[in-house]
């Protein structure tokens, strides 16, 4: 009888699907556009001066979201908000606009963080001001990836075709979207290098 229980213990309960409660789920990626070419950034990229980003992120389960930009010499939070699984999706700049780098010889970060708790790293950083400066952010966001196992690194890129209109390039990129799971955090790290 107890080698049955622990059978379904072990087997049972991942097969009906149930998960930690602390673990973060969600489909998170950046549309690259180029002229009338729509791509996935890869985690290190590189761009020309004018071409565009929109940034999706799709949470399989409840989570607090953080998206952080950073430059040289300042970092910028994009965003802080909670999602519910299901019901919310984030787009940024917003579902029709895109994020324009019209720098050139620059590199750029862009950090997306999902955790199933707020971040009191993050929110004490961006507590008064949305701008700091990259040192303190650097060291703040090297602390937080070396207290996950998180891979920061893509496992594949899938093909993405165009479509006519904004909405049908967003439905059909978030068809193509791949998932991501981590332990209470999940962190989504696409460094940038915008040619001249």
């Known amino acids: 009888m107890i080698k049955i229980l622990v059978i379904l213990v072990i087997f049972g309960i991942p097969a009906l699907g149930f998960s930690p409660g602390d673990t973060v789920k969600a489909k998170i990626a950046i549309l690259h556009k180029a002229g009338e070419v729509y791509n996935p950034l890869r985690t290190k990229d590189r761009l020309k001066a004018g071409e565009m980003l929109r940034i999706f992120v799709l949470p399989e389960k409840d989570c607090f979201v953080y998206a952080v ?31 324009i780098f019209d720098e050139g010889g620059v590199k750029e970060k862009i950090t997306i963080f999902c955790s199933s708790k707020k971040i009191s790293e993050i929110e004490n950083l961006f507590k008064n001001s949305e701008i700091i400066s990259s040192g303190l952010w650097d060291e703040a966001e090297e602390k937080l990836i070396a207290s996950t196992k998180t891979n920061l690194n893509e496992t594949s890129d899938k093909p993405f075709s165009l479509a006519g209109n904004v909405s049908a390039v967003n439905e059909d990129f978030m068809d193509s979207m791949q998932l991501f799971v981590g332990d209470e955090l999940l962190i989504r790290k696409y460094e940038i290098e915008v040619k001249k």
């Open 69 to 99: 930009h950073s430059g040289d010499k300042e970092s910028f939070l994009l965003c802080k908000t909670f999602l519910k699984e299901g019901n919310d999706s984030l787009f940024l700049p917003t579902p029709e606009d895109y994020y």
